[in-house]
């Protein structure tokens, strides 16, 4: 079975300055790593995904994480901070052939000006 | 292009209604997916369709629950004798192919029973 732990449910940063999001995950065999976006009334979009190819993955809107096996852990980050990236944030895991996607509790992230 | 659409958006049930709830994959897509989230935690699986055959429903609650895609393009999850604990927002998700590519999602139907 594979899990994931975000770390954070709640992130507030200021804009212009980094966002740092914390995901640890779980898994018995090699695992495929995603992170998704979920606006208000919007459906969930992909932000980035790791397939075990380059274990620091980029992704769109600034956004990348890093693959660290050693750690078990999927960190999402973004330099500079906009606005529009006020959202809630899931870490997802699933094995490498499997479709079954196992999504964290979230991360709510608020941008103040 | 058209995105993942799903109908309605939001749905009020006394308790012990059935409710039925559409989705509307990307055309073409082979695979679709239905996930139930609760408020403040993340979408949990419910059931997987490849084309038309439902090869997975570990995820259903109960047997309340029922899913189906008969002519493998649009699915409907119904929920019968709805309980308040069925509260939650519904999301389906469709994906060109089996395996851990992309899912792409719609905007969900948030059910609240009364």
């Known amino acids: 079975a594979q899990s994931v732990t975000q770390l954070d449910s709640h992130v507030s940063v200021s804009e212009g300055t980094p966002v740092l999001l914390r995901c640890n995950y779980s898994s018995s065999y090699s695992p495929s790593l995603f992170w998704y976006v979920q606006h208000p009334n919007k459906g969930l979009q992909l932000l980035l995904k790791?397939?075990?190819?380059?274990?620091l993955v980029k992704g769109i809107n600034g956004f990348e994480a890093e693959f660290k096996k050693s750690e078990t852990s999927f960190h999402l980050t973004k330099p500079s901070a906009h606005m529009s990236d006020a959202a809630e944030y899931f870490c997802?895991?699933?094995?490498?052939?499997?479709?079954?996607?196992?999504f964290g509790a979230g991360t709510t992230v608020t941008v103040r000006a | 292009g058209a995105g993942v659409s799903q109908s309605p958006r939001y749905k009020v049930a006394k308790r012990g209604q059935d409710v039925a709830l559409r989705c509307d994959p990307i055309s073409g897509h082979v695979s679709l997916f239905w996930y139930q989230q609760a408020l403040g935690q993340g979408p949990e699986f419910l059931t997987y369709f490849q084309n038309e055959a439902q090869l997975d429903k570990s995820g259903l609650p109960s047997d309340r629950f029922f899913a189906e895609r008969p002519e493998g393009s649009v699915s409907t999850l119904k929920i019968q004798r709805t309980q308040q604990e069925d509260s939650a927002v519904y999301l389906c998700?469709?994906?060109?192919?089996?395996?851990?590519?992309?899912?792409?999602f719609g905007p969900g139907t948030r059910l609240t029973v009364t």
């Open positions: 790791y397939t075990s190819a380059a274990t």
């Open positions: 997802v895991v699933t094995l490498v052939d499997d479709y079954k996607l196992s």
């Open positions: 998700a469709s994906s060109l192919l089996d395996g851990p590519y992309e899912q792409y």
